[in-house]
């Protein structure tokens, strides 16, 4: 993970009150594991796509925030 990424995941596990251990860490190499990680940390399975999708679009804003997207 560059450093970038690391205050991205900073920024992630202060807003949704998660703590991604290292090894866990090292496997998020896309937006989506990202998703997929905070998602298994709150304990959404399954088809509550609805809470998926507000992972998803509050990482799309701390992209945004931290300058990290166009």
């Known amino acids: 993970m560059g450093l970038d ?3 991205l995941l900073v ?3 202060k807003y ?3 703590e991604v251990p290292d090894p866990e860490a090292e496997k998020i190499l ?3 594991n ?3 990680c905070v998602a298994a940390h709150l304990n959404v399975i399954g088809d509550k796509l ?3 999708d507000r992972i998803f679009n509050d990482i799309c804003d701390a992209l ?3 300058g990290l997207s166009d």
């Open 30 to 32: 896309t937006v989506q």
């Open 5 to 7: 990424s690391i205050e």
């Open 34 to 36: 990202m998703v997929d």
């Open 64 to 66: 945004q925030n931290l």
């Open 11 to 13: 920024e992630i596990e």
């Open 16 to 18: 949704f009150g998660v």
């Open 50 to 52: 609805a809470l998926r």
